[in-house]
């Protein structure tokens, strides 16, 4: 999901998402609907293009503060060891 949030920051077609987050149009649809039926994306109509909301945006730096500090703690680890 946070590949797909990431690379609706400006705006992009469901095959560009594919692409980007490396799933198959299953998988993008179902990824898709998820994330629009929780208002992290929107679909623009007109453009056919999928932009990030500012949930979206809440979450992915939710996501990335977690993310880091899980990263953190792994490096510690190996470091001790």
Partial sequence: ?????????NG???????Y???????QV????????????I???????IYRITDKGRGFLEAYDKINDLISTKVDDKILRM
């Fill in 29 to 40: 649809k179902e990824y898709l609907a998820f994330l629009q039926d929780n208002h992290l």
């Fill in 12 to 18: 992009v077609t469901k095959t560009k998402i594919m």
């Fill in 1 to 9: 999901m946070a590949m797909i949030l990431q690379s609706t920051h």
């Fill in 20 to 26: 980007k987050a490396y799933l198959s149009y299953t």
């Fill in 42 to 48: 929107k679909y623009e109509e007109g453009n056919q």
